[in-house]
């Protein structure tokens, strides 16, 4: 058409035929950090002593030949004494022991790239497939995290629930359970049982007892009970600076409970004088990731990947909800039925058997064209569960178990702040 002096103004460029331009910087989404990064430490295959430590790993040599080893747990001096001109003879106290198995098996995670050809170049300029390699060690670290929290909650992490481990690692709920609005020590659920189904029932039993409300919000009352209830347990403390006598237990919290302790609407329910601020803490834990205080013993660490617990339609079933590599979020958080999970963590809460550390593996195709490439590891991760019988079955094995180093405990779910 014309222009304004009857010039012709020249036709756009059809719009198939114009450049398409693309960022080349890639974003990924972000994935939720995970806390269990700092306290760790080494058990000690020889003097056989627990390490000061929430997570701690296992990786002597010596043990990697077998699919399975063994932590054994002395009894301390528990039987009367001698006294008077009774004879010390036929009175002698004989050693008690019991026996955790852990286990190792698998894991391997790989992801395919083109070696050369045109699908290599197309992608070339946004460092695609660079960038695909580099996220396996994210992928591995969200794995791990992934199932610590299941050990947590449900005795193993996933690596075990495969292959040769199966029959014996199966998920169990943690055999210390509180549910917060209970009273001090924790009545219920009355009974552990190494049978899944029946242990189900005996939670559910528990969280109905409680009534319409259900489990309560971590309130001043919960916290206290639950300190209570770790010992009650037995629980083994931690060394951790700048709380009361210095020893107490790591208790992690969902982001959504930390909102009530720091809302001034829930004055009426704070902790009093008895919280103790991240920032009068030692400097040491006062850095640990995710702290924001002390409640009496408990050094109080918000932890945004906590588990959850879901009752399908209120019914006779609890499943579990995680947070799965990749901000896979299963948790069902808006359902009215799923309960929010915060773990009371002691000395040597979880163990990780890795005989084989992680190292790269690499699978060719097509001379080259297909390049395979990923990880692989030999681990375990799960919680030390001490039995007399341990060469029994897992599932029809003694109920008179010893768990010393974690608890976890079932509330409510946070909605509104209450007053």
Not at 223 to 238: F, G
Not at 251 to 280: R, V
Not at 333 to 342: L, Q, S, V
């Amino acid at each position: 058409m014309p222009g304004p002096i009857g010039v012709q103004v020249p036709a756009p460029l059809a719009t198939q035929s114009r450049r398409v331009a693309y960022d080349k910087e890639l974003r990924m989404k972000s994935s939720l950090e995970s806390i269990y990064t700092t306290l760790k430490g080494q058990y000690n295959t020889e003097k056989k002593t627990i390490p000061n430590g929430i997570y701690m790993t296992i990786s002597d040599k010596t043990l990697s030949d077998s699919w399975r080893a063994r932590i054994t747990m002395k009894y301390p001096l528990r039987e009367g004494g001698v006294f008077g001109d009774d004879f010390a003879v036929g009175h002698e106290e004989q050693a008690e022991t019991k026996a955790c198995e852990i286990y190792r098996n698998n894991c391997r995670k790989v992801v395919a790239v083109p070696g050369y050809g045109t699908t290599k170049l197309d992608a070339d300029y946004l460092g695609l497939f660079e960038k695909h390699v580099d996220d396996l060690s994210v992928w591995n670290k969200d794995q791990e995290d992934y199932e610590i929290h299941q050990a947590l909650l449900e005795t193993y992490g996933e690596t075990l629930r495969y292959g040769d481990t199966q029959a014996v690692c199966t998920p169990n709920w943690n055999p210390n359970v509180f549910i917060a609005g209970q009273q001090a020590y924790g009545t219920l659920p009355q009974d552990y049982s190494p049978v899944a189904n029946t242990y189900t029932a005996n939670i559910i039993s528990a969280i109905t007892a409680l009534g319409a409300g259900g489990p309560t919000i971590l309130d001043q009352l919960a916290l206290s009970n639950i300190s209570n209830y770790a010992l009650k347990k037995r629980l083994d403390r931690l060394d951790i600076p700048g709380i009361p006598g210095g020893k107490g237990y790591v208790l992690t919290i969902s982001e959504l409970q930390a909102m009530y302790m720091g809302d001034p609407a829930w004055a009426a329910k704070n902790l009093g004088n008895l919280f103790i601020s991240k920032t009068s803490l030692n400097e040491k834990v006062m850095n640990w990731p995710g702290v924001i205080g002390a409640y009496k013993d408990l050094l109080i660490v918000v932890d945004v990947r906590a588990a959850t617990l879901k009752r399908p339609g209120n019914g006779n079933t609890l499943v579990a909800g995680y947070v799965k590599p990749g901000d896979n979020d299963d948790r069902g958080r808006g359902a009215a039925t799923t309960y929010d999970i915060a773990v009371v963590h002691g000395k040597g809460a979880l163990w990780k058997w890795e005989p084989e550390p992680l190292y790269s593996i690499e699978q060719l195709d097509d001379y080259g064209k297909i390049k395979g490439v990923g990880t692989a590891c030999v681990r375990g991760i799960g919680i030390p569960i001490y039995r007399p019988d341990i060469g029994a079955a897992q599932a029809s094995a003694s109920a008179s178990i010893e768990q010393l180093s974690s608890a976890v405990v079932i509330c409510g779910m946070p909605t509104a702040p209450v007053v």
